[in-house]
């Protein structure tokens, strides 16, 4: 599933930047080597990264 349409991000890179060690939206991002542009997206990646973070 795409997370940010603007970044091409899907799910699973989220999912894997947040195993990595990211605890937030633009960590996330940062290590994709992308940022958040339009903010749409940031809601929903923070709660992938909270659902990785739990499940650790």
């Known amino acids: ?4 349409v603007c970044n ?3 799910e699973c890179q989220v999912r894997e930047a947040a195993r990595s060690g ?3 939206p633009c960590q996330a991002y940062r ?3 992308r940022s958040p542009k339009c903010g749409q997206c ?3 990646a ?3 990264i909270d ?3 739990a499940a650790a």
């Open 1 to 4: 599933m795409v997370v940010c």
């Open 8 to 10: 091409a991000i899907r």
């Open 22 to 24: 990211a605890a937030t």
């Open 31 to 33: 290590c994709l080597g």
């Open 42 to 44: 940031v809601q929903f």
């Open 46 to 48: 923070r709660a992938i």
């Open 51 to 53: 659902e990785e973070r």
